[in-house]
Structure formats: structure tokens, C-alpha cells
Antibody, heavy 118, light 110 residues
């Protein structure tokens, strides 16, 4: 079964860091695009970042310079390192395979909640 | 900054047809933006409906269809059912790895 499972969410203070993991099964992350999408509770979806099969990564302006994507091919896992966290980064973070490199997000994980608060 | 626009809310009667749209703050949406549509029932993760303008994702009933209408992408639901009541999001690919979601449309079936 093709699926992704996020982990690593939790509570951190403003200015802190967290690393989210997206573990994939049923497909190889090194040959696919993986995106992160977040959602403030009760609000809409926001595209955050994507890592391409060639290793290049791209970010929304709201997180550029603070978030970094990486990949461990041996664990078939993608990581989202989040630094200098702010209150407005509080959201459920979803990982999704991008099957086309242009918005065909499937499957989605169940999401992991990140709360940034003092 | 590019803003993707969607109707905040829409209502449709059971069995009726509704068309949700997805526009750009400046310019027209074309197939080059690879518009995709996602359905998100309350408390659940999003589900893929349509990608690359008009291709249905696996298992999506043909009541859902995507198109370009004028200068916007569109999602049409025919024969609306009660369980179609959800939030619907479009997303556009702007190029250079960047995508942007619309604000979402809350669809009520009543």
C-alpha cells in the first residue's frame, strides 16, 4: 500500500526548532516528489515546500530561510527541519507525494500538529 | 504576491449541479498552471479529486469534473449528494517549484 506517515510534531516555544519526518511506504522517496502542506486549525491549506527527486527543494516565501527539506534514502524518509519558529507556524503539517511535480498530491498523510507558543 | 481566489462558500440542493471556481489575483488560469482540486471533509485529511485541470484521481466518481471556464479553473459537481458537503481547495503550480492554494470553498448541500 502506498502511504506516507508524518511524525515529530509537538509544542515548542517561539524561536525554537522542530524536525518533522515523513516516512514513505509503497514507493521510493528518492524517485518521487514529496511536498509539505500545512493547515492552521479552522483555516485553509497552505503549500509549504517540495523536494524533487533530483534533491532540489523549493519553499513558500513564508518559510524560506527558516525551513529546510532533506532526505534519508536508506530510511525512505523525508525531513522538514523547522527553525526560528513563530506563533503563526502553528498548524497541522501534512506530507504528500506529488505524483506529477505539479500539484497531484496523493496520498496524503494524516498530519502532525505543530504548536508554537510560550 | 500571487493570490489564488475561490468563493468562500456555496450551497447546492441535493441532486443539483454546482461549479466552484479558482482564479488568480492577476491574470488568467490556464492549463499551464496544472490546477488541481482537493476535497476535505471536516476533521479529515484532504483527498485528491482532480489534477492537471481535468483528470480525475483514482476512485473519484464522474460526478466530479474539472475544466477551464473563461479565465478560471472550475470544479463541477453534478448530482450533488449529502456527503459532498466539504471544504474544496484548488491549487495552482506557479512554476519554479512553487505552488499556491486557494482559500477554499465551503460547500453546503441542503
Amino acid at each position: 500500500e502506498v502511504q506516507v506517515v508524518e511524525s515529530g510534531g509537538g509544542l515548542t516555544q517561539p524561536g525554537g526548532s522542530l524536525r518533522l519526518s515523513c516516512a514513505a511506504s509503497g514507493f521510493t522517496v528518492s524517485r518521487n516528489y514529496l511536498s509539505w502542506v500545512r493547515q492552521v486549525p479552522g483555516r485553509g491549506l497552505e503549500w509549504v515546500s517540495v523536494i524533487y527527486a533530483d534533491g532540489n527543494s523549493y519553499y513558500a516565501d513564508s518559510v524560506k530561510g527558516r525551513f529546510t527539506l532533506s532526505r534519508d534514502n536508506s530510511k525512505n524518509t523525508v525531513y522538514l527541519q523547522m527553525n526560528s519558529l513563530r506563533a503563526d507556524d502553528t498548524a497541522v503539517y501534512y506530507c504528500a507525494r506529488d505524483r506529477s511535480g505539479s500539484n497531484y498530491f496523493d496520498p496524503w498523510g494524516q498530519g502532525t500538529l505543530v504548536t508554537v507558543a510560550s | 504576491q500571487t493570490v489564488v481566489t475561490q468563493e468562500p462558500s456555496f450551497s447546492v440542493s441535493p441532486g443539483g449541479t454546482v461549479t466552484l471556481t479558482c482564479g488568480l489575483s492577476s491574470g488568467a488560469v490556464s492549463t499551464n498552471y496544472f490546477p488541481s482540486w482537493y476535497q476535505q471533509p471536516p476533521g479529515q485529511a484532504p483527498r485528491t479529486l482532480i489534477y492537471s485541470t481535468n483528470t480525475r484521481s483514482s476512485g473519484v466518481p464522474d460526478r466530479f469534473s474539472g475544466s477551464i471556464l473563461g479565465n478560471k479553473a472550475a470544479l463541477t459537481i453534478t448530482g450533488a449528494q449529502a456527503d459532498d458537503e466539504s471544504d474544496y481547495y484548488c491549487v495552482l503550480y506557479l512554476g519554479s517549484g512553487i505552488s499556491v492554494f486557494g482559500g477554499g470553498t465551503k460547500l453546503t448541500v441542503l
